[in-house]
């Protein structure tokens, strides 16, 4: 899982680095004569807003829980999560309106040292990527994944124009136009996993089914307490970049009541113990029918 001071500490280190690019960027663009510059230098302006809400909201989903709630903030994060996928969404349709608009105007041919340019956009922004998507597996997050193909997506469009810029280099002033008709197919990727994030973010906004395995693995580690006899309903829901969890167990019908008690408390420090990223565990008791 990631503390608060390292969430913020990502936070600071994504908004900074899009505030540095996007200067490069529209100073590139201009003296380059590159109008896909330019718009990835707006669209930079963008993501700088987009990366603070998303790491603001994130912070606040690590907010343990208080008297108003009682659950925490989890749900926080899946909402920033719906908010990302829809600012991708956003900006590949910004990227796409850009686009149609220069391939309606003459086109001129970029200078060259906007290539180098949009090629260290692409190595930084692949790598915060990269970054990100290796912390979403790690915690889980909607919010880091939707940050981390914000920077894939300026990534992609960056790739995107640098070939249609050595398109035009290349080929002259007959293939201006390249560069725009790449970045239009990288808004189609941009827009498919905006979609994505979405629809998983919202999943777990409504207490959506986790995946099999985890519900394997817990079934397997409650079975591990003695005196358990089979778990009869195993529900699992997400929130956040953790799990609540309610576990039916099955013991004896001739069990005390005070026996089965304390199994259900093994059961519970077992799951909490074995897996540090459920944040609860409800345990009902179940007679075992014969």
């Known amino acids: 899982m990631i503390d608060t001071g390292k969430s913020i500490a990502i936070g600071i280190l ?3 680095t ?7 960027k529209l100073w590139a663009g201009v003296l380059g004569n590159s109008s896909a510059l330019i718009a990835d ?27 108003k709630h009682p659950f925490g903030h989890g749900k926080i994060e ?4 719906v908010f990302s996928g829809a600012a991708l969404i956003g900006a590949a349709g910004f990227i796409t309106w850009q686009s149609i608009r220069e391939l309606g105007n003459e086109q001129s041919t970029p200078a060259w040292f906007t290539l180098p340019v949009l090629l260290l956009v692409v190595v930084v922004k692949e790598g915060l990527s990269r970054y990100m998507l290796g912390l979403e597996e790690v915690s889980g997050s909607r919010a880091i994944e939707g940050d981390a193909w ?6 992609l469009t960056s790739g995107a124009a640098a070939i249609g810029i050595c398109i035009a280099l290349v080929g002259g002033p007959a293939f201006a136009a390249a560069d725009e008709w790449a970045a239009l197919f990288a808004c189609v990727i941009i827009v498919f996993n905006g979609i ?8 777990e906004a409504l207490d959506g089914a986790v995946a099999p395995e985890l519900e394997a693995e817990v079934r397997q580690h409650a079975n591990e307490i003695e005196g358990v006899a089979n778990i009869e309903k195993c529900l699992i829901r997400k929130s956040g970049i953790g799990y609540f969890v309610e576990i039916h167990v099955e013991v004896p019908g001739q069990m005390t ?3 089965g008690h304390a199994i259900g408390h093994d059961v519970k420090e077992h799951l909490i113990e074995t897996m540090p990223n459920l944040f609860d565990v409800v345990v009902h008791l179940e007679p075992m029918e014969r």
């Open 14 to 16: 994504t908004i900074c």
């Open 18 to 24: 899009n505030l540095v690019l996007m200067l490069v």
């Open 78 to 81: 899946a909402l920033t999560g």
């Open 196 to 203: 994505r994030i979405i629809d998983g973010a919202l999943h």
């Open 257 to 259: 009541v005070s026996k």
């Open 41 to 67: 230098g707006i669209e930079s302006a963008a993501d700088i807003l987009v990366s603070l809400i998303t790491w603001s909201g994130f912070t606040l989903s690590l907010r343990p829980a208080d008297d």
């Open 150 to 155: 914000h920077h894939r997506s300026d990534a």
